[in-house]
């Protein structure tokens, strides 16, 4: 199968339910490319946070995921529902080591039209502590924003 590489438009959707607080939800629409190199599946797409560039790759499939994030924020997140995946998100300060634990891993791709789903639902704990309940939703669709 050749590879595959689309101008997409991508909607995120991040519910964070902290152990300590008020659940937030933040949406995002941004433009980003869909890639298909040999059978594996990507989205890369680029965030501005306080005037900072954030370069993020999602490698999307049912079984396993992972998020890499480079730039203002350096941060390898790795999903799968067979158990906790070890990543690690870089500071100043140092790097803090993280871990996911997966409950829910949903990707749905339509090769037509170049559009899809992809969710998780995760913990996040970081430094053997837990942040919260994650929840993230990417939609994609061919096209420009």
């Known amino acids: 199968m050749p590879n595959v590489e689309k101008s997409v438009k991508i909607k995120v959707i991040s519910t964070i339910r902290p152990t300590d607080g008020e659940t937030q939800t933040y949406e995002l629409w941004l433009q980003g490319s869909f890639i298909k190199k040999s059978d594996k ?36 997140l790795p999903f799968s529902t067979t158990g906790k995946q070890n990543g690690h998100y870089d500071t100043i ?35 053997g502590q837990s942040a919260g309940e994650y929840t993230l939703e990417i939609q994609y669709m061919e096209g420009q924003a």
């Not at 949903?106 to 992809?118: D, K, L, R, Y």
């Open 93 to 127: 300060y140092g790097t803090l080591p993280l871990q996911t634990k997966t409950y829910h891993l949903g990707f749905e791709h339509n090769e037509e039209n170049i559009s899809g789903t992809f969710n998780v639902q995760y913990d996040l704990i970081i430094s």
């Open 41 to 76: 599946m990507y989205l890369r797409y680029e965030e501005i946070m306080e005037d900072q560039a954030i370069r993020t790759t999602v490698k999307m499939s049912n079984e396993n995921a992972l998020i890499l994030r480079s730039g203002a924020i350096n941060m390898r």
